[in-house]
Nanobody, 127 residues
Framework: QVQLAESGGGSVQAGESLRLSCKVSGYIPNRYCLAWFRQPPGMEREAVASIDTATGSTYYTDSVKGRFAISHDNVENMVFLQMNGLKPEDTAMYYC????????????????????WGQGTQVTVSS
């Protein structure tokens, strides 16, 4: 099965940048979806960005468009999230995740019960 491990979180001030990394290991299908989710304290988990490993197609939630960029290295089996211009509302636990497909319906990314999740890395942005 696919396993994921995130790193790169930390505490920064508004306007600064962070780069999150996720190592993907285990059994890796030829095509799958890699994504970053986040969960602010007391709120639901939401999809931030995703990338289809076969096509390179990406998805971003509206609140991060133009600031965040997802990318992957299919040789080293890693996925990254470059976060620029961070805002206090970006504060959350960030999770790397993988699923069979990137399914976006009505502007929302849906991961199924087969999805695998990393342990999370905390991002805290102060004003």
């Amino acid at each position: 099965q696919v396993q994921l491990a995130e790193s790169g979180g930390g505490s920064v001030q508004a306007g600064e940048s962070l780069r999150l990394s996720c190592k993907v290991s285990g059994y890796i299908p030829n095509r799958y979806c890699l994504a970053w989710f986040r969960q602010p304290p007391g709120m639901e988990r939401e999809a931030v960005a995703s990338i289809d490993t076969a096509t390179g197609s990406t998805y971003y939630t509206d609140s991060v468009k133009g600031r965040f960029a997802i990318s992957h290295d299919n040789v080293e089996n890693m996925v990254f999230l470059q976060m620029n211009g961070l805002k206090p509302e970006d504060t959350a636990m960030y999770y790397c995740a993988a699923d069979r497909e990137c399914t976006v319906i009505l502007g929302k990314l849906w991961f199924g019960s087969s999805a695998r999740w990393g342990q999370g890395t905390q991002v805290t942005v102060s004003s």
